[in-house]
């Protein structure tokens, strides 16, 4: 019986082993996609508790307390802190085979020195060990983020934002991690949504533009993606329930247009028309400005109508989506490089069905311009465990190039979720090297310490361009 957690956890053989400790295991974090605030990096927050940590916020976490029939109060409610960290102890100890079990473990045993398990009999003391941790200068965001070896942090921006928190920290030398803004425009895109009119009308007064059409709504824009491009944004990230393609002429979209303004309801084909419109308009000005355009669907969201009612978005209640047109996607695709205006793109389907049809979509629209121009998007969400890691993976090697893969992101609003990465190492180390054991490509250092560093590290950071 191997023991839990030791060095080569989930490394299955000798040559898996080699690759993640001699190649895989120091490489830095570019983290090109999270939900994290810039304002605690700015302020270098420090946590109160675990609690804090662990709890605030973590819809994955509050999902698995539900399932084991623990009370809101527990949860999302006022219950003291102590009390949630039991609950959540008493839950862990019940995922056997979730993701979640991992993760929290490598977070205990990086950050805090915590070698055994996470139980309801041992929470006072791990409460009382990561609290008095927590106490040390080490521990707060900018020192999490140091010690994670974090090189390049991407945040997730409203086009309405001022980015003052970004500007704050790049004038602060005393921190060396860059700090960039992400566009997401997914508030301008929901023309169906009841907050667009009021959200149009905060367009309009940070732009400085009257928007009074779809023209006006495309200057606005622009003219705030060039302001996020001066502060170094350089990628954008949509939620989408789908990709769409339903092209409509000028006028239909304006039409779309004044009734969202109006509040007035909108039909399926309406909003789809609306939407393929802003969005291809969107990534020609991705490719103007050489940003990575990242297309995350096949998520349904805020299904429980009671508790979205109590809770808000993001608080747990969503599911993988199963509709996701090929023909759509690739039209859509299609649109774009015919006229010459298809930035890098990466493609995240929630919806692990979707692996092979991203596989074979992004094989039609690669060319010269980058070294995997178009990329299947890192397992995502539901998907990044153990299992949904390897399929995805082998799904590229199997249909593209896993060497030239981006690799992974934490997705996250925690400030521990770095070892994520570890985790995603490991697993990307013992796929290879079960291939190389099994006789399925030669043992060849070098290449394989180019692939298994690219993956990790390097090929995002010629991707992305970023300056590192």
Known sequence: MKPFMDENFLLRTECAQKLYHDYAEDMPVLDYHCHINPQEIAEDRQFSNITEVWLGGDHYKWRQMRSNGVDEYYITGD?????????????????????????????????????????????????????????????????LIKQSGVTLICTTDDPVDTLEWHEKIKADDSFDVQVLPAWRPDKAINVEAPIFADYIKKLEAVSGICLKTFDDLKKA??????????????????????????????????????????????????????????????AGEYHRLNWVMQLHYGCKRNNNGAMFAKLGPDTGYDCINNYAPADQLTDFLNNLVTADKLPKTILYSLNPNDNAVIGTVTGCFQDSSAVGKLQHGSAWWFNDHKVGMAEQMTSLANLGMLSNFVGMLTDSRSFLSYTRHEYFRRILCDLIGGWVENGEYPYDEKALERIVKGICYNNAVAYFGFDL
């Not at 944004?233 to 247009?257: K, N, Q, W």
Request: overall charge negative.
């Open 221 to 282: 824009i622009a003219n705030r993606m060039d302001y996020f491009n001066q502060r170094g944004c350089r990628v954008s990230d949509h939620g989408l329930d789908y990709v769409m393609y339903v092209p409509a002429s000028d006028a239909e979209i304006e039409a779309v247009f004044q009734k969202g303004l109006s509040g007035d309801s909108l039909t399926f084909t309406e909003i789809a028309k609306y939407k393929t419109a802003f969005i291809l308009f969107l």
């Open 79 to 143: 219950a003291p802190a102590r009390e949630k960290f039991q609950k959540w102890a008493e839950t862990l100890e019940k995922l056997i085979g979730n993701p979640l079990y991992h993760w929290s473990h490598l977070e205990l045993k990086r950050y805090f020195g915590y070698e055994g398990h996470l139980s309801g009999e041992t929470a006072e003391e791990v409460w009382q060990l990561c609290n008095e941790k927590l106490k040390t200068p080490q521990m707060s965001v900018r020192g």
